[in-house]
């Protein structure tokens, strides 16, 4: 009954071939859930697979539904005892779709492949994998110590890849059933492979269309060119008005007020890396006066993901009639996301843009969330994970991409710590997803200690 031991128990899970028949079997099961068809595999995931898994484990299953979810939740829970500290898990088994017939070799996204080095197939490490690891070493701190010596609830969707619908709506109308102190929680990318990685939370996303309608249909360059405006030229440089050419953010009510300084030091740790196969970062490129951690986790940017005006395959001679640009600011807490439209319309105004038409875009906001690096639970945390791997972890006050965090940071009311089990390189929404073996077992060695503290009782004080 010794940590060592729960250590031990979690690598042998590896060793011995138990946890890659575990990634195998739900790896089969094609949940996509942007795929209409695969309804009853979302549903079986959870009934079939998932259930029997965490009711082995002695926790007690219930299948929750919401009209605005396509598909059903998981909510298991154990409590051993309503005075010790409860952890909320949570995991979503739905992916995105296989890309049958785009992978190398012809390796088959619904067959675990261990080739080599490297374990691939759809889900892997988003997200099966990781809530699979994370469930594997609760499995090993029970058999160890015959008990986990804290309380968890562990959530599972199935529709994260299609926006969460209906997670935040039962969370506002079912809270106590999620009543935790701290999420625990694996998704996304550590740093790089080799260094644990913490984050504490994700920036938010905020699609906008930019938009001119000048006229109906184009006019004939030669007879009109210089007569009439051009919407591409004039969105162009009204874009320009909004973001320098090096990516600098010139409105400054679309910026948090200022970075905190516990976010600095974090950051003043951490180095974002170019990996194999991965675009070179570009220094010159982003908010001036701040490192590459600080623009990426720290900062705000505005980018344009598309711009359209005429037709680009089949140009003809005419002036378009529109131009329209979907446009996004990642942001992180410190933003008034309420405020980026009417800041971006008065300051379009001043500089004589009025045609240009400013709006939201169909697409979901996510909501900016960070933990303090500073608060007690994180260190508590990083220190369980070096004395495990004897490495310093990496702490991210947040990723650099979107979450659902803001249900279990906002809604619930919770710190969030999140352990992840992949890498940037990881091919994750795309054919050949991966994950490097080494990381697999250290990671299972690392969550067993994370849960073994737990149940030692050294984690910050709570309150009741």
């Excluded at 374990?119 to 160890?144: F, M, P, S």
Aim: proline letters at 8%; glycine letters at 10%.
């Amino acid at each position: 009954m010794t940590r060592a031991a729960a250590i031990s128990a979690a690598e042998k899970t590896f060793d011995d071939g138990r946890l890659k028949a575990i990634f195998a079997r739900r790896i089969a099961i094609p949940t996509e859930s942007q795929n209409p068809d695969r309804g009853p595999d979302l549903a079986r995931y959870l009934t079939e697979e998932m259930q029997p898994c965490l009711e082995a484990l002695g926790f007690t299953c219930t299948i929750l539904t919401h009209p605005k979810a396509k598909a059903p939740f998981l909510l298991a829970e154990r409590i051993e005892d309503p005075a010790l500290v409860t952890v909320l898990g949570y995991g979503h088994g739905d992916v995105i779709r296989g890309l049958e017939g785009q992978w190398k070799d012809g390796r088959d996204p619904w067959t675990l492949d261990d080739t080599g080095t490297r374990w691939y197939g759809r889900g892997v490490v988003d997200n099966k994998g990781q809530h699979t690891i994370n469930i594997e070493a609760l499995r090993c701190v029970l058999e160890t110590r015959g008990k986990l010596g804290f309380n968890v609830r562990y959530l599972i969707e199935m529709g994260e890849e299609v926006g969460s619908a209906g997670l935040h709506d039962l969370a506002r109308d079912h809270a106590g059933l999620f009543k935790a102190d701290i999420l625990i929680a694996s998704d996304g990318p550590r740093l790089v492979a080799e260094r644990p990685t913490l984050y504490l939370g994700s920036r938010g996303g905020a699609s906008i269309d930019l938009s001119i309608n000048a006229r109906e249909g184009g006019h004939h360059s030669g007879n009109w060119g210089g007569l009439l405006s051009n919407p591409a030229i004039r969105l162009a440089h009204a874009i320009a008005t909004i973001v320098g050419p090096k990516g600098e953010v010139r409105v400054h009510e679309l910026l948090p007020k200022e970075m905190p300084a516990s976010v600095k030091r974090a950051l003043a740790d951490v180095e974002p890396v170019s990996g194999p196969g991965d675009p070179e970062i570009e220094p010159w490129w982003g908010e001036p006066g701040f490192s590459a951690a600080e623009k990426l986790y720290g900062w705000n940017t505005f980018e344009v993901l598309a711009f359209g005006s005429g037709n680009a395959d089949k140009p003809v001679n005419a002036v378009p009639p529109s131009a329209i640009a979907r446009c996004q600011i990642r942001f992180v807490v410190g933003s008034d996301p309420a405020g980026f439209i009417p800041a971006i319309r008065r300051h379009l105004d001043h500089h004589g843009f009025s045609d240009v038409v400013v709006a939201p875009s169909r697409d979901a906001m996510f909501h900016a969330t960070r933990t303090d690096p500073d608060h007690p639970w994180v260190r508590w945390a990083a220190a369980s994970v070096e004395q495990t791997t004897g490495i310093k972890p990496a702490v991210l006050p947040n990723a650099g991409g979107s979450l659902p965090n803001d249900v279990f940071a906002d809604i619930l009311g919770m710190p969030t710590i999140w352990v992840p089990h992949s890498y940037p390189g990881c091919s994750q929404h795309a054919p050949n997803e991966h994950v490097p073996v080494a990381l697999l077992r250290q990671a299972m060695a690392m969550m067993a200690g994370l849960y073994w503290d737990l149940g030692e009782g050294t984690h910050p004080k709570v309150a009741r």
